[in-house]
């Protein structure tokens, strides 16, 4: 894996800056695809450490706001149905799509991604609430579990 020069990152950082910015509730609708994992790649995909995140969205699937939940190593990141639950009535999201990034650069999903989607997606199904899609990224590619036929 290479190692970015300061100066890179330092220009990495400043265009998830802008991004950020760019990118307010009526910007990003989980109804494109392409956007959606655009999105996520550009947030976490540089990232050494794995991260898992979500996409808050409203009832028309634009998104309310984006959140980096749990963080981990190079290798995992321990992910809790409860928290996500929480934060989803706390936002009043009507549907989410979560994601996370392999620093491996390898996206195929590992048997812990598809266990976590399933045991959210029972989670979230008491409070009416569905998960759109899963989407694993890297600094290369991203793999859609919806796309994929997996959701």
Same mark, same amino acid.
């Given at each position: 894996?290479?190692?970015? !020069?300061?100066? &890179? =990152? ?6 998830? @800056?802008?991004?950020? *910015?760019?990118? =307010? #509730? ?8 392409? %956007?959606? #994992? =655009?999105?996520? &790649?550009? =947030?976490?995909? /540089?990232?050494? +450490?794995?991260?898992? *995140? ?5 009832? &028309? /699937?634009?998104?309310?706001?984006s @959140? ?7 290798d995992?990141? %321990?992910?809790?149905?409860?928290e996500?639950?929480? @934060? ?5 999201? $009507?549907?989410?799509?979560?994601? /996370?990034? +392999?620093?491996? *650069? ?11 989607? !399933? #045991?959210?997606?029972? $989670? ?9 899609? /899963?989407?694993?990224?890297? +600094?290369? @590619? !991203?793999?859609?579990? $919806? ?5």
């Amino acid at each position: 894996m290479n190692i970015l !020069t300061a100066k &890179q =990152q330092a220009t990495i950082n400043s265009s998830l @800056e802008i991004l950020s *910015g760019l990118y =307010q #509730k009526q910007d990003l609708r989980a109804t494109s695809p392409e %956007s959606v #994992k =655009q999105f996520c &790649q550009l =947030q976490i995909g /540089h990232l050494e +450490h794995e991260v898992f *995140g979500v996409l808050f969205l409203d009832n &028309q /699937h634009q998104l309310i706001k984006s @959140e980096l939940m749990f963080r981990g190593t190079i290798d995992g990141a %321990s992910v809790y149905p409860r928290e996500v639950a929480k @934060e989803v009535l706390l936002c009043n999201a $009507a549907a989410i799509a979560i994601f /996370h990034n +392999h620093p491996s *650069g390898l996206t195929e999903p590992s048997v812990a991604d598809r266990s976590i989607t !399933t #045991k959210l997606i029972e $989670a979230l199904k008491l409070f009416d609430v569905r998960i759109l899609d /899963h989407i694993i990224v890297s +600094h290369k @590619e !991203t793999y859609s579990f $919806a796309e994929a036929g997996l959701m």
